[in-house]
């Protein structure tokens, strides 16, 4: 199985920071990288996917790099609705296997 | 409107069994690729398992193999996981998921059904 590794697993920023979350895979995985946002008590939803490529509606202040084994989502500028969890997930090959999450919290 | 509304959640003792429910709404179905995903109390996500359009290929987390198995019925536009020998370790929220055709990542979630395995 590919394991997933994020970093940070949590950090503190304000409105207006630029983050960056990193994800590491344990072997290539091409670009077939994706990520994800998560609030409390809600459904996960799909920011990008292709390491890159911006979902339908995902508002352009988040992007993606990276390919092989390591990956990057960045949010050039940190908006209150945008605390929460980011998962990444690998779909290179079965079994999927998402990151741990790294929970990005007010400071 | 896309939807996808899971039920068949609940508590069940270990061993049992239960089968959950995903009904989907506003798009074509038979075009996707379905999913599902977990996540246990307080903790991170999980897939579970996916299904082809026509039913025709599916797979498993090693997890679940054997004991779970993913269906869907294209004709009532609905998703199944039936879970036998159920383990504490399978209490999770379980969402139902869209796979986008164009890179098989989940691209629509339902809110999720939660089993609870316990005694």
């Known amino acids: 199985d590919i394991q997933m590794t994020q970093s940070p697993s949590s950090l503190s920023a304000s409105v207006g920071d630029r983050v960056t979350i990193t994800c590491r895979a344990s072997?290539?995985?091409?670009?077939?990288l994706a990520w994800f946002q998560q609030k409390p008590g809600k459904a996960p939803k799909s920011l990008i996917y292709?390491?890159?490529s911006l979902q339908s509606g995902v508002p352009s202040r988040f992007s993606g790099s990276g390919s092989g084994t390591d990956f990057a989502l960045t949010i050039s500028s940190l908006q209150p609705e945008d605390f929460a969890t980011y998962y990444c997930?690998?779909?290179?090959?079965?079994?999927?296997?998402f990151g741990g999450g790294t929970k990005v919290e007010f400071k | 409107e896309v939807q996808l509304v899971e039920s068949g959640g609940g508590l069940v003792q270990p061993g049992g069994s239960l089968r959950l429910s995903c009904a989907a709404s506003?798009?074509?179905?038979?075009?996707?690729?379905m999913s599902w995903v977990r996540q246990a109390p307080g903790k991170g996500l999980e897939w579970v398992a996916n299904?082809?359009?026509?039913?025709?290929?599916?797979n498993y987390v090693d997890s679940v193999k054997g004991r779970f198995t993913i269906s869907r019925d294209n004709a009532k536009n609905s998703l199944y996981l039936q879970m036998n020998s159920l383990r504490a370790e399978d209490t999770s929220v379980y969402y139902c998921?869209?796979?986008?055709?164009?890179?098989?990542?989940?691209?629509?979630w339902g809110q999720g059904t939660l089993v609870t395995v316990s005694s």
């Open positions: 998921a869209r796979e986008a055709p164009t890179s098989g990542v989940p691209d629509f």
């Open positions: 506003g798009f074509t179905f038979t075009n996707y690729w």
């Open positions: 299904i082809k359009q026509d039913g025709s290929k599916k």
């Open positions: 072997q290539g995985i091409s670009n077939y």
């Open positions: 292709a390491a890159s």
């Open positions: 997930q690998q779909y290179n090959s079965y079994p999927l296997t």
